[in-house]
């Protein structure tokens, strides 16, 4: 007998192709978003016609609540709210976030290094803010003349300056990648803890989501160290 066709399970995470006629309440998965893996998906095909997908503690997006803050871990390409300014890792000449295409100078040469000599270098664990609609919070957490570039109290100093920014512009809602972990070797569980510190030291008036971005093979276990006692 040939199998049934496969079923397709519409989600706001992602699509799903189901295969069923494996028996009463089995099924397989065909196809799932790549962020997720089977076990995080349970189909009860015993109590409804059509198969019912819930996503299993442990998946994303992962939603948390530190104070009056609401807190989601997803993939940066899947947003579950509106941002109105977004972190970056960034160093203290600008360099990581500079444009990587060659252009030609639309100034004198002379002029164009006398400007590259006279730059200072921005202030180590400091926030840069630039752009606007959503805002850039560069956050300054490396030297590229030291090695390891990074330091842990830079970035929990940038951490600090991000939640400051948030609270002075008035800034609801923000998009925040691991500092540290991108450009460096910070652990991703040792910047969970960074990041707990910051928010015991703020008091959110304005700030109201954070949406943290998930580098991709993390382990959603990492932010029980955001949910105990939070």
Do not use: C
């Not at 199998?3 to 006629?21: E, F, M, Q, S, V």
């Not at 929990?156 to 923000?174: K, N, P, T």
């Not at 652990?187 to 109201?208: D, M, P, T, W």
Request: hydrophobic share 40%.
């Amino acid at each position: 007998m040939a199998a049934n066709p496969p079923t397709r399970l519409t989600h706001p995470l992602g699509k799903w192709d189901i295969r069923t006629g494996f028996g009463l309440g089995k099924f397989k998965v065909i196809s799932a978003p790549k962020y997720m893996s089977q076990e995080e998906l349970s189909i009860d095909r015993k109590t409804d016609k059509r198969p019912r997908l819930r996503l299993i503690q442990g998946s994303y997006p992962r939603k948390m609540s530190f104070g009056s803050v609401d807190i989601v871990a997803a993939p940066k390409d899947r947003p579950p709210f509106p941002i109105n300014a977004v972190a970056f890792e960034e160093d203290t000449l600008l360099v990581l976030s500079a444009d990587p295409k060659v252009h030609e100078p639309h100034e004198h040469l002379v002029r164009l290094m006398t400007r590259v000599i006279e730059t200072r270098p921005e202030i180590l664990g400091s926030v840069l803010v630039k752009g606007k609609s959503p805002l850039h919070l560069l956050a300054i957490v490396h030297d590229l003349n030291q090695d390891p570039s990074w330091r842990e109290e830079w970035i929990a100093s940038a951490l600090d300056g991000i939640f400051r920014e948030a609270e002075s512009r008035r800034i609801r809602s923000i998009a925040l990648p691991f500092l540290g972990t991108l450009h460096g070797s910070l652990e991703k569980q040792r910047f969970v803890v960074l990041l707990r510190g910051a928010l015991e030291q703020i008091s959110a008036n304005h700030l109201k989501r954070l949406l943290l971005i998930v580098p991709a093979g993390t382990s959603s276990k990492i932010f029980k160290i955001l949910e105990f006692e939070s």
